[in-house]
């Protein structure tokens, strides 16, 4: 399992560098929406956010395909773990073993009440001043992703902000792009192997309803991972 381009199909061509063995413990649809939401997950809590044990970590954007994945790891690696969804998914959160789920749709969590040592924004877009009130005095902030922004800044406006004021401030405020190599893969490989992280996987679909999977995960109507599958089993 790995990463390859024009995946949407019977075959693909891979480069081996971009490979691993899959564990015995993942079906093949697991392992198919393992490998980006995976890493991406792992850089952002590992390579740029630094997370330790015991530290607390919030989770913005918990139950999307990176946050299945964030939450999990974050566990995995000794943190008390917070994440936010809409009040639909929270059992979803909850199910992947989080500490304290939160719906966005009724709590004020960047209020400053609670302070986490770690942010990982996946997708949002709160203003990084409000981000700010829920860091402790040297906390980190990760944003992951982009929406929304100016037409000058485009969906990167929020990273930009961030990074030019980290400098001024205490807090650590920073984006990423994630990264796709086989030493990546192979770290995320021993979390599933391990049973530590299991893919979520929300929705399957047919090769031919690839546009309506799109449209899902454009409107934020997805759980998890979606996978498109390549029998008769349809949608579920």
Request: charged share 20%; proline share 2%; glycine share 14%.
């Amino acid at each position: 399992f790995g990463i390859a381009t024009g995946a949407y199909a019977e075959f693909a061509a891979a480069k081996q560098s971009k490979l691993e063995q899959k564990p015995g413990n993942l079906s093949h649809e697991a392992a198919a929406v393992a490998t980006i939401s995976g890493i991406t997950a792992l850089q952002a809590l590992v390579d740029v956010g630094g997370v330790e044990p015991e530290q607390s970590v919030l989770v913005i954007g918990a139950s999307g395909g990176v946050g299945t994945y964030t939450v999990q790891l974050a566990k995995a690696l000794g943190a008390s773990v917070s994440g936010v969804s809409s009040s639909a998914k929270t059992d979803l959160v909850r199910s992947l073993g989080a500490d304290h789920v939160i719906d966005y749709g009724t709590d004020d969590y960047l209020d400053g009440s609670t302070r986490y040592d770690l942010i990982v924004d996946i997708g949002g877009r709160n203003p990084v001043r409000h981000l700010r009130k829920a860091l402790t005095k040297h906390g980190s902030l990760v944003i992951v992703g982009g929406e929304g922004g100016g037409s000058l800044t485009g969906g990167i406006g929020r990273q930009l902000w961030a990074k030019l004021l980290s400098c001024f401030v205490s807090q650590r405020l920073t984006f990423f792009v994630s990264g796709e190599s086989q030493v990546h893969i192979e770290r995320l490989t021993h979390f599933l192997a391990s049973g530590d992280v299991v893919p979520m996987i929300g929705h399957r679909f047919r090769l031919d309803e690839v546009g309506q999977a799109l449209r899902d995960m454009e409107a934020g109507r997805t759980r998890g991972k979606s996978v498109i599958v390549l029998d008769e089993r349809g949608r579920s």
